[in-house]
């Protein structure tokens, strides 16, 4: 979907696309409700507002779609797709990282009682790895806002790549 029609389509269209970026409710709604949007930049900007903060039962639910770092979903949907995209840095051929890291993974579910979430595009299997392992120092007090910031970045980067 264009930008363009984006600020065209029928409010639960709207919705329906940016629920591929954050399965959020409000998030959704207030971006939607925002339209017309005067810039891809625009509507970016108010998607970072409305994603900050996210309450803990937002982050909650919107995790639930997520993905451990280092399996990829199958699937034709829009969000396993941008999953499939954002990892790609994530190198399942090296056994020694892809074996830590569904460690990390296991050690940060039995922790935080969720998945680990990284903004993964950009970034290395080492750096993904890097940053679990530093994560899972924290308490679960220091960990909430990391992991809701996380979760806005993919929401925005996920928008972006959308309709820009």
Not at 4 to 19: K, Q, Y
Not at 24 to 42: K, T
Request: glycine share 8%; aromatic share 4%.
């Amino acid at each position: 979907m264009s930008f363009d029609e984006f600020n065209s389509a029928g409010r639960e269209e709207a919705i329906g696309l940016l629920r591929s970026c954050l399965d959020v409710d409000r998030w959704c709604a207030e971006l939607a409700d925002g339209r017309p949007y005067a810039s891809v930049e625009a509507l970016v900007a108010r998607a970072e507002v409305a994603a900050s903060p996210l309450r803990p039962a937002e982050v909650e639910g919107a995790l639930a779609h997520h993905p451990r770092i280092g399996e990829r979903p199958a699937g034709p949907g829009a969000e396993a797709a941008m999953s499939r995209a954002e990892q790609a840095g994530v190198d399942p051929t090296d056994a020694a990282v892809a074996a830590a890291l569904a460690e990390g993974n296991r050690a940060y579910e039995q922790k935080f009682g969720r998945v680990f979430l990284i903004r993964a595009a950009g970034r290395s299997s080492r750096e993904i790895l890097d940053a679990l392992t530093a994560r899972l120092a924290h308490t679960p007090d220091q960990e909430e806002p990391v992991v809701a910031d996380q979760l806005r970045q993919i929401a925005v980067l996920r928008l972006k790549g959308l309709l820009a």
